[in-house]
């Protein structure tokens, strides 16, 4: 389930809420979304650098999905760096 929360975030939600372990990637998961919202969206307001900026950040944002798929694969609740630090859902 914490997997397949990095490609449904709200699937834990509605299946395992009372996993913490679930809870936890799809909390990581919901930032790493709306990070991603908000780049592209700042991306289309900004000609040129937006769109330069936009890429950069979606990048990162990829990478860090890759990451938190690769920790929930190995059963590990570790933090994404950078974003680790945020709560969202409990």
């Known amino acids: ?3 397949l929360a ?12 009372d ?3 679930a809870m936890f ?3 990581q998961s919901l ?8 780049s592209n969206l700042v991306g289309a307001m900004i ?3 937006g769109g330069i900026l936009s890429m950069a950040i979606g990048l990162g944002v990829f990478v860090l999905w890759i990451m938190g798929i690769i ?4 059963g590990e609740m570790k ?10 859902l409990k």
């Open 1 to 3: 389930m914490a997997i």
């Open 6 to 17: 990095y490609f449904l975030f709200f699937l834990p939600l509605l299946t395992a809420k």
């Open 19 to 21: 996993s913490k372990y």
């Open 25 to 27: 990637h799809a909390n």
């Open 31 to 38: 930032i790493l979304l709306i990070i991603s919202v908000a």
């Open 47 to 49: 000609p040129v650098f």
């Open 71 to 74: 920790n929930a694969a190995n």
């Open 79 to 88: 933090p994404l760096p950078i974003i680790g630090g945020y709560t969202l």
